[in-house]
């Protein structure tokens, strides 16, 4: 349910609505916009709370809400996701992330300027990564990646330099100012990780790990969560969710490639997903053709047509030497390729009336 407040209604309306779903034993979370204010509404939330959702409010609630002062109406969230859908934030949501090599010292996610976050998949040595990181920043991009704590499919791939490489990742923002986004795998490590990271990355294979999900959401660092590479649009949403009703409102959605049937990519990249994200909900969706294509050739063509599409960043694998990689190196783009690759994002970015923020 979205309790929705009359234009610029006084805090002691918003106040009265808060403190009054509070005694229903339900929580209001409210959504400030420029004019008015929205409270979306749920039942309790919390890992072993009562049963939470449009299902546990009692009818008679939405009467007296509708009867209070400043009170313009009170709707009926139709999809499973609340907080996360268009009805609930009707204007995009925008993030903060800091970065000093941009002016201003912030990156927005979200408006009009499109983020080139680019870096090694795997932080692998001090040299590669700096490397890579001195190259990339040079090209415009203001947020590094660079996984510390890898998912490998088999036991026997790399699994990262664990918190040795957020280290390096550290130094590196410190070099060169950019944002950093790495991954976190577990529960336990979300505070660790958070030390070094300016986002947090939720792998593909972590989407539905609901406890970390809950514990991201615990945190307030902004959130970039990979869409499982078999969910649907839906089982992403309601991810998302998770992390926004434990009250964490920056998460970003990340489309980087479903299962299909085809074997002449690693994934198919679901580039319908971007406008449908869009139209469905009010959070950022970027963009990663790496996974998304597993190729090189095709990543230059996909960062494209994902700019086409409305991305609002691209999160793309970039190495000094890819044929060497530890990791991913058929899909890491080279120095050159990724040099060759940001004037083709900026045409395209202008022909659709958006910008990049190269710093
Ligand atoms: C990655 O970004 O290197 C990665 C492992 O991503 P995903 O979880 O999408 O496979
Ligand atoms: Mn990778």
Redesign the pocket.
Known sequence: MIVVMKPHSSEESIERVMNFLEKQGLTGHPSRGVERTIIGVLGSVGPWGAPGGIGGINPSVESALEAMPDVESVIRVTKPYKLASREFHPEDTIITIPAACVSGGRVYLGGNAIVMMAGP??VESEKQLMTTAEAVRKQGAVILRG?AFKPSTSPYGFRGMGEAGLKLLAKARAEFGMAVITEVMTPTDVPMVSEYADILQIGTRNMQNYMLLDEVGRSQKPVVLKRGMSATIEEWLLAAEYILSQGNRNVILCERGIRTFEKATRNTMDISAIPLIKQLSHLPIISDP??GTGRRDLVIPMTLASIAAGTDALLI?VHPNPDEAL??GA?SLTLDQFQALMPQAQTVARAIGRTMITG
Request: net charge negative; with cysteine.
């Open positions: 998949c795997t996984g790496s996974q694998e990791k991913d899909q």
